[in-house]
């Protein structure tokens, strides 16, 4: 076997390519007596070693009876194009040099008998930082399907940043996940069932992982930038997850996201999971997934949107054969109608063969069963990633709160089909319910209030800059192994750096997008609906406003008990806020339904300036009172 890429390198003194295009020749046109080069071993494309270690590499060419000898090569650019010789390295096996820095290190050797010359592979060796995650089966056995666990394999873990997270042999079972992930990439996603709950990296206990390959996304990012975003916009529960070079059976997998599998527990989706002595007529809290797949056994679709909800926790719900119990038909089928319920509160003057995008405002009392702030929220995130997913929908989580009747959005999941070119508009205004969202005061409210909160905390580009930093050589090391992973846009980008230059670039247009969008473009009287201006115009003495403000609260929204202890007062031109959760976000909106101020609660107790007389409406968590200021 000769090497396939062209040579012109040096060997002391002679033409490397001149000597082999003469190899080339001799095998083509051998003389009766001459015996061609014939490779036995080649070295492993890409080696990845830990720090303070080494790798060995191997390459054995044969020439009929023939010595061989060998030299190898330190290769300065990955070709054979410029190298140096190795002092010393003269055998068919090489021990490199000790790796402490995070690199990629590139070899060659070439097998001399005679005038004649044959060149290995260039090989890699990289350590790149990161920790290694060792994945071993039975018997070396392949994960072949996504249905059946293969039970008895182990993990072991070393490198980690702490080393008390490092651990050895523990025990667990494997099975590919993913839809299009796992059908398609030669790189393929895993989860994993521990055999006991363990944290892992400092992510707290579970026994629930996930492997993701990110094989559609040549950054390796994108799904990082959208969890970064989520913990910025402070959603109830963010995956959490650490990066590793994966080893399966002994052989380099590439670069993975070793993370939380979205599932029901104290410390991911903390929800009501029932118990086994529910009766059919009691519910639990569901964690819902929007996804077309339809491939749950507990599903249906909501009458208006035809969405696919799919209860993921379904336990108390199905039987062993997956099959639906008396239980689990009584609960789904009263979720089906909460959930109608609140789509004729979203479409109010729905009819059949209209558009749900041509119904009128929504009824207000939709913002009971919403938690409108959690709809904001998911709606920013993936609006920055520009994560088309949700138009079908696909991969979108919710969570459905049964004893307060509340449908919360979130965790977000799934962004490898976000940023795909740069898109200068607004992309997911009339996926899900938001086409009706958008039409409500309420909502448009909370989503004015929260992106001038915390937007100014986002920094795009410098949690880009670290990540390219961290992900650089294993990034490299990964193309090495698997070549460029796939880009939905079809788009072929030049390496790494530029796959993150343009993710870099598409956020930034985006979150611009956004913030001209929710400043600029959605109305600035989103408050005034006829039942809140009603609300605002009721009372006309400061008596009855200071009572009001003590106990009113205008339709729509969900009180927390945790805040009925609040009470506010006018002085002056400010408003006195008493007993107030610290913490919690605030908003102050005047009668003409502008978002006067927003900010979070630093004490208990404190004051809000506003700029005139009037009445207003003050918000804080979930909360709303009203004042007349004079």
């Known amino acids: 076997m000769l090497f396939a890429k062209l040579l012109v ?60 000898v060998y030299q190898w090569y330190r290769s300065d650019d990955g070709t054979l194009e410029a190298g140096t010789l190795i002092e010393g390295a003269e055998e068919s096996s090489y021990t490199t040099e000790i790796f402490v820095d995070r690199e990629i290190r590139y070899y060659y050797c070439v097998a001399s008998s005679g005038e004649e010359r044959v060149a290995s592979d260039v090989a890699a060796v990289a350590y790149t930082g990161l920790p290694v995650l060792y994945v071993n089966t039975p018997e070396g056995v392949e994960v072949t399907s996504k249905e059946e666990w293969i039970e008895n394999a182990t993990l072991t873990l070393t490198g980690a940043d702490e080393n008390s997270w490092n651990f050895e042999n523990i025990s ?34 579970h026994k629930r992982w996930v492997l993701i390959a990110n094989y559609y996304d040549n950054s390796f990012m994108k799904n990082h930038m959208a969890f970064y975003l989520s913990e910025k916009f402070h959603m109830d529960y963010t995956v959490h997850g650490k990066f590793v070079d994966l080893f399966f059976n002994g052989d380099y997998r590439g670069l993975y996201w070793l993370g939380e599998a979205i599932k029901v527990d104290k410390n991911r989706v903390d929800i009501d999971d029932g118990n086994e002595g529910l009766s059919d007529k009691e519910d639990k809290d569901y964690l819902i997934e929007m996804d077309n797949g339809y491939d749950e056994p507990a599903k249906f679709k909501s009458p208006i949107r035809e969405l696919p909800y799919m209860v993921k926790n379904d336990d108390y719900m199905v039987d062993e054969n997956g099959e639906l119990t008396s239980g689990g038909s009584a609960r789904l089928a009263r979720l089906s109608a909460k959930i109608e319920k609140l789509e004729s509160l979203l479409y109010p003057d729905y009819a059949d063969g209209m558009s749900s995008d041509d119904c009128s405002a929504p009824d207000e009392a939709y913002a009971r069963t919403v938690d409108v702030e959690s709809w904001a929220k998911f709606w920013l995130v993936n609006e920055i990633m520009d994560n088309g997913e949700l138009i079908w929908p696909k991969s979108a989580y919710f969570v459905y709160d049964s004893k307060n009747d509340v449908l919360k959005a979130g965790p977000v999941w799934d962004f490898d089909w976000g940023i795909l070119s740069m898109r200068k508009n607004i992309r997911l ?32 580009g410098d949690e880009i800059e670290k990540m390219r930093d961290y992900l650089k050589v294993p990034a490299e090391a990964d193309l090495i192994k698997w070549g460029p992973h796939l880009d939905p846009s079809k788009v072929e980008r030049d390496g790494f750096d530029e796959y993150v230059d343009f993710l870099k670039a598409e956020m930034a247009i985006k979150m611009k997008v956004v913030d001209e969008f929710v400043i600029d473009s959605l109305p600035q009287n989103a408050i005034a609906s006829p039942s809140q201006i009603e609300y605002l115009s009721s009372g006309s003495s400061e008596s009855d406003a200071s009572a009001e403000g003590s106990g009113g609260v205008m339709e729509g929204f969900c009180v927390e008990p945790s805040l009925r202890g609040m009470n506010i007062s006018a002085e002056g031109r400010s408003i006195r806020v008493n007993a107030a959760m610290i913490g919690s976000r605030f908003a102050v909106i005047d009668a003409q339904g502008v978002v006067v101020k927003v900010g979070r609660v630093g004490a208990a107790s404190f004051e809000i300036p506003v700029s005139g007389a009037g009445i207003y409406m003050v918000r804080i968590g979930s909360e709303v009172q009203k004042i007349r200021i004079r």
């Open 9 to 68: 390198y040096q060997v002391r003194g002679i033409g490397l390519a001149a000597l082999l295009a003469a190899t080339l020749c001799a095998q083509e046109h051998p003389k009766p007596d001459v015996e061609p080069f014939s490779v036995a071993v080649q070295p492993v494309a890409i080696s990845v070693v830990q720090r303070g270690a080494s790798a060995t590499l191997s390459f054995i060419a044969q020439k009929g009876e023939d010595e061989v």
């Open 172 to 205: 667990t079972s494997i099975r590919g996940r993913g839809n299009t992930t796992w059908k398609f990439p030669p790189k393929k996603p895993y989860a994993l069932k521990l055999e006991r709950k363990r944290g892992i990296m400092g992510m707290p206990k």
């Open 429 to 460: 205004r009339n996926i899900i319910y938001y086409n009706a969202l958008f039409k409500s005061p309420i909502y448009i409210a909370a989503i004015k209030m929260l992106w001038g909160e915390y937007s100014s905390d986002i920094a795009i």
